[in-house]
T-cell receptor, first 119, second 111 residues
Framework: AQKITQTQPGMFVQEKEAVTLDCTYD???????LFWYKQPSSGEMIFLIY??????QNATEGRYSLNFQKARKSANLVISASQLGDSAMYFC????????????????FGQGTILTVHP | DAGVTQSPTHLIKTRGQQVTLRCSPK?????VSWYQQALGQGPQFIFQ???????QRGNFPDRFSGHQFPNYSSELNVNALWLGDSALYLC??????????FGEGSRLTVL
C-alpha cells in the first residue's frame, strides 16, 4: 500500500520569502510518480510539479522546485519568492502504476498543508 | 476547449436519500477517476472507469457505484446517504499522453 505523510498542518511565510513544504512517502513500487497540487478555496486541484521515481534531477517549474531525496523517501516542495496568491492548501500525492488498461494510475494524497502568505 | 466539468456544483440531501453526480471529461480523455475529499482532509480515491468498466476501486462500500458512458462521461451514485458522506467529490480525467485534469468538484451536504 502507498502512503503519503505531510506533517505540517499549517505554514506561514512572509511575502517574497521562500518556504518548504514537507512530504514523505512509502511504497513498494519501483516505478512511481510524485506530485504537488495547490487547492484554493474554490476547490479546484491545480497541478504544480511532477517528479518521476527514475528522474535523477530535481524537477523545477517556475517558482516551484521539488527536493527529491529517494533514499529518504521525501519529496519536499520549495516555493521561492512567495506571493499573496500562493495562500492555499497544498497536497503531495503519489501515482500508482496503471491498472486495468487505464491511461493513468490512481493518486494517493497526503493530508495537506495550509500555507498562509503574509504581506 | 472545456476542461473537466462536474454537476451539480452544490447540493443538499437528507440521510437515507440517494445522489447522482456527473462528470464530463476533457476532450480526448478516456479514463475517469472519482475522489472524495472530506473537509480538511486530502482526497481519497473512490474508483476509476475505463472503457465503461470499473477498473480500480478504493476502500469504499458498495453504496458507492458508478458508470461510464460511451462518450466517456461518468456518473457517481451514492445510496443510503449518511452524514459522513458530506464531502467535496472530485472527478479527474486522463489520457495516455500523461495528462490528468481535475474538475472543480461537487460539494455534497447531507443533513
Amino acid at each position: 500500500a502507498q502512503k503519503i505523510t505531510q506533517t505540517q498542518p499549517g505554514m506561514f511565510v512572509q511575502e517574497k520569502e521562500a518556504v518548504t513544504l514537507d512530504c514523505t512517502y512509502d511504497t513498494s513500487d519501483q516505478s512511481y510518480g510524485l506530485f504537488w497540487y495547490k487547492q484554493p478555496s474554490s476547490g479546484e486541484m491545480i497541478f504544480l510539479i511532477y517528479q518521476g521515481s527514475y528522474d535523477e534531477q530535481n524537477a523545477t517549474e517556475g517558482r516551484y522546485s521539488l527536493n527529491f531525496q529517494k533514499a529518504r523517501k521525501s519529496a519536499n516542495l520549495v516555493i521561492s519568492a512567495s506571493q499573496l496568491g500562493d495562500s492555499a492548501m497544498y497536497f503531495c500525492a503519489m501515482r500508482s502504476p496503471n491498472a486495468g488498461g487505464t491511461s493513468y494510475g490512481k493518486l494517493t494524497f497526503g493530508q495537506g498543508t495550509i500555507l498562509t502568505v503574509h504581506p | 476547449d472545456a476542461g473537466v466539468t462536474q454537476s451539480p456544483t452544490h447540493l443538499i440531501k437528507t440521510r437515507g436519500q440517494q445522489v447522482t453526480l456527473r462528470c464530463s471529461p476533457k476532450s480526448g480523455h478516456d479514463t475517469v477517476s472519482w475522489y472524495q475529499q472530506a473537509l480538511g482532509q486530502g482526497p481519497q480515491f473512490i474508483f476509476q472507469y475505463y472503457e465503461e468498466e470499473e477498473r480500480q476501486r478504493g476502500n469504499f462500500p458498495d453504496r458507492f457505484s458508478g458508470h461510464q458512458f460511451p462518450n466517456y462521461s461518468s456518473e457517481l451514485n451514492v445510496n443510503a446517504l449518511w452524514l459522513g458522506d458530506s464531502a467535496l467529490y472530485l472527478c479527474a480525467s486522463s489520457s495516455y499522453t500523461g495528462e490528468l485534469f481535475f474538475g472543480e468538484g461537487s460539494r455534497l451536504t447531507v443533513l
